[in-house]
């Protein structure tokens, strides 16, 4: 186990306006929330969580529309249904019932 503990640097208020409009435009460019707060963190040597925080604090964060979400529920459903379906024909490891591997 390490017992060195990471050391953080300060940022100033400047940086982070800088690192939430970053994180922000990635996202609005198609990365995930994840993703562009692990790019911006890793520049700036902070964690990510960090960028996380800052991000959710500032109210920027792009939230998807409630077309987007229905969209990504029904296609969801679909991919459920045919999963289930698929399942109960082949059974659960893919294999048809009563064949041999």
């Known amino acids: 186990m ?4 990471r050391r953080y640097r300060i940022v100033d208020e400047d940086t982070k ?4 409009a970053t994180a922000v435009r990635c996202i609005e460019a198609g990365d995930s929330f994840t993703a562009a707060c692990a790019a911006v963190a890793d520049v700036l040597d902070v964690s990510a969580t960090t960028v996380r925080g800052w991000v959710n604090a500032s109210g920027l964060r792009p939230q998807p529309s409630w077309e987007v979400v229905r969209r990504l529920e029904l296609e ?3 991919a459920t249904e045919l999963n289930r379906r698929r399942e109960a024909r082949l ?7 009563g064949s041999a591997k």
């Open 76 to 78: 969801l459903a679909a």
């Open 91 to 97: 059974g659960v490891g893919g294999q048809r019932a």
């Open 2 to 5: 390490n017992t060195e503990r």
């Open 17 to 20: 306006s800088d690192a939430i």
